[in-house]
């Protein structure tokens, strides 16, 4: 039997990264020069802006976008840490999904049930219980499922033209240029563009590098971003030569559960964990979004 490795990680996030990091240290001081620090307050805010959307995008290039009452239970900057410094993925999963427990996930699953509907819930329900039976490979195909599903109802609400609507990316990336686009950022959101060689990400970076400040949007930001770079990585490209080669995606990819080019034994909790996860956060955007439409 073929023991199946993780993919290693796309860098480009983390290269942005370290790179803002050194570019606010290299400028901190000359910030915070007396007298200077009001005339320097724009630069300081856009950089420290893209410095928060690169930490963002690499919690996504991992597959995580935690929900913000999780965010003070964990030790984020450690996990960051930890990928600086090249720690496996799979460790890195492993300690992330350690942090949480089965009511915390049950809490995610009731929360999540809240805004969808009946038949949803039942398979909602179904995922919570294969899960809690170990059996993850079952438990993420019914939350990917759910995934695709809650983005295409919320597109054909809107859209009598069905054309594309079996896409997820592009239903959501609809969805959100449509709401936010416009108003909240300066540039348009990849949901045309292609994965393969970094352009949907650099698009992707660039888009939320935009962002226009508006405190009425805070509440819509905070899941949005972590939640666009988390599918993002969730719908990226797929190479079945790596199948071959004895190779997974570093993060669970919708591609491969599509196609069941996993193994039964190549999903973790932790990849389900992630799910969840996407899933309860893209259900609470699209309901502060039907809320404020009404």
């Keep these: 039997m073929v023991v199946m490795v993780k993919k290693s990680m ?5 290269s942005y990264l370290l790179h803002s990091q050194s570019n606010i ?9 007396e007298f ?6 724009d630069e300081i805010s856009g950089t420290l802006n893209e410095h928060i959307v690169f930490i963002m995008a690499c919690w996504g290039e991992m597959g995580w976008c935690l929900p913000k009452w999780k965010q003070r239970n964990i030790k984020l900057g450690k996990v960051l840490a930890d990928l600086k410094n090249n720690v496996p993925i799979d460790s890195i999963d492993e300690g992330l999904a350690d942090c949480f427990n089965e009511r915390e996930i049950e809490a995610l699953v009731i929360l999540t049930q809240k805004n969808i509907n009946n038949s949803d819930k039942s398979k909602l329900d179904l995922a919570f219980e294969l899960y809690l039976k170990q059996e993850y490979f079952a438990s ?10 809650v983005s295409i109802n919320q597109f054909l609400q809107t859209h009598s033209d069905p054309s594309n609507v079996s896409q997820c990316w592009k239903c959501y990336g609809k969805v959100i240029q449509e709401n936010y686009g416009e108003k909240y950022f300066g540039g348009t959101f990849p949901f045309n563009q292609p994965a393969s060689n970094d352009k949907r990400a650099n698009a992707a970076i660039e888009f939320f590098k935009a962002l226009k400040h508006d405190n009425c949007f805070d509440n819509e930001k905070e899941l949005l971003i972590p939640l666009s770079f988390a599918l993002l990585k969730f719908f990226d490209d797929s190479n079945w030569q790596d199948k071959q080669a004895g190779i997974i995606p570093s993060s669970i990819n919708r591609h491969w559960l599509a196609h069941s080019m996993y193994d039964y034994d190549d999903i973790k909790r932790a990849d389900c964990i992630k799910l969840f996860c996407i899933l309860f956060q893209l259900v609470e955007l699209y309901s502060l979004l039907n809320n404020t439409s009404k």
């Design 25 to 33: 240290e290299e400028n901190v001081e000359k910030w915070t020069e």
């Design 140 to 149: 993420s195909m019914l939350l990917a499922g759910l995934i695709d599903s």
């Design 10 to 14: 796309n860098s480009l996030f983390l």
């Design 36 to 41: 200077k620090l009001t005339e320097n307050i």
